[in-house]
């Protein structure tokens, strides 16, 4: 079932860039075998668990079946390479050289599987003056750019509070695999596929976060960034999202917050002019924001189409209309640790619908 179906990948990866790249394509149909040692993948310990299993680690090894194996024993490589001799796809997020000194080096695999994508996931590339260092999300958001455009009204630089790097590093590299697996179908070859977490910090954080520094020649003037209006609103009883782009969108706004006389002040007129103004504006927006509570600000923003919706707690999201809608979350039997809730596959296939409960994350077991 799903879009990948028949497509097999070894993971030999650990914590969440290179796991969750591979659950991507375990949930489009791939069948994957997750390799770990007896000590297990380090996101088994990450949150709350039960035995060896962390609610972090099922959400990015679910539909994955188990091999634990001892890359340093012969018997038990034998059994890796049986795995990646009748793969598609190998996914490892080794530090640079790692996986060579294994004999698992993209060239040893290609010599016995020359059909085989295989993905190298690192922090910083394989080349350069950081390429054998340690990566973590909270470093690569430092050295990418994401911190210093999270800075508040302090100036101070922030992280986003998420493994977001790590995350969208797994992105990435499923859709480079899949990519990859496209060219196969014409070129009969695989290859290799290296994917850094820097790379793709940058390279994600840069639209709008460095668009001041794209031009070159003859530059214009710098705009304001994106975070000195990035902000939420405090309502009565809670929080609010709000944007107005588009002047229709503003008018909207202006309605929904009762003060339709705020679309025709000449300080916010256009948004650069409530950019320009926006200590008036802020000031002027948050007395009206403060006199509703959520629900009724969420309810008039959507009855006067208003881009906007209520800051949801994590209990919240559980019971969010659009959210049981669009059926967001599927519960696994997961045996003896009782059923687990995850969020379920966000693509949707018309022709070929990935399977909507996936079976669940393997346990630590010698026999896979």
């Known amino acids: 079932m799903g879009p990948l179906k028949g497509v097999r990948v070894v993971d030999m990866s650990q914590v969440i860039s290179g796991p969750l790249a591979a659950a991507w394509l375990a949930d489009q149909g791939a069948d994957v075998i997750k390799v770990e040692d007896a000590k297990g993948d380090p ?12 609610a972090l680690y099922f959400a990015v090894n679910r539909g ?66 950081r390429a054998k260092s340690r990566a973590y999300d909270s470093v690569v958001q ?9 800075a508040g009204p302090s100036g101070e630089p922030e992280l986003v509070r998420s493994y977001v790097c790590d995350k969208v590093t797994a992105l990435i590299a ?106 008036a504006y802020r000031e002027i927006m948050e007395a009206k924001i403060a006199s509703f509570t959520t629900a009724e600000l969420d309810a008039r923003l959507a009855h006067e189409d208003a881009p906007g919706g209520r800051v949801n707690l994590r209990e919240d999201l559980l019971t969010d209309p659009q959210a049981l809608e669009n059926g967001n979350f599927v519960e696994i039997d997961a045996a003896d640790l009782g059923r687990v809730r995850t969020a379920r596959h966000p693509a949707k296939f018309g022709s070929t619908p990935v399977n909507p409960r996936p079976h669940a994350a393997p346990r630590l077991t010698k026999k896979g």
């Open 64 to 129: 994955k079946q188990g091999l634990v194996a001892d890359l340093k024993s012969k018997e038990d490589c034998a059994r890796v390479w049986a795995e990646i001799e009748k793969a598609d796809v190998l996914v490892q997020n080794f530090r640079p050289g790692v996986a060579e000194r294994l004999g698992f080096g993209y060239e040893a695999v290609a010599a016995r599987n020359p059909r085989l994508v295989y993905c190298s996931i690192s922090g910083f590339g394989a080349h350069g003056p």
């Open 174 to 279: 499923s859709q480079a695999i899949t990519a990859a697996l496209f060219s196969r179908t014409n070129t009969g070859k695989g290859q290799h596929v290296e994917v850094a977490m820097f790379d793709v910090a940058l390279a994600f954080n840069w639209p709008e976060g460095m668009w001041n520094q794209a031009f070159l020649d003859n530059p214009p003037e710098p705009s304001p960034e994106v975070s000195t209006s990035y902000r939420l609103w405090q309502t009565r009883d809670g929080h609010v999202s709000l944007s107005a782009l588009q002047q229709v969108e503003f008018e909207a706004l202006c309605r929904a917050v009762d003060s339709p006389e705020l679309y025709h002040d000449p300080r916010f007129a256009t948004p650069t002019l409530r950019m320009t103004n926006r200590v």
């Open 43 to 54: 996101s088994r310990l990450i949150g709350p668990r039960k035995h060896d299993m962390s």
């Open 142 to 150: 430092a050295l990418a750019g994401f911190a210093a455009c999270q």
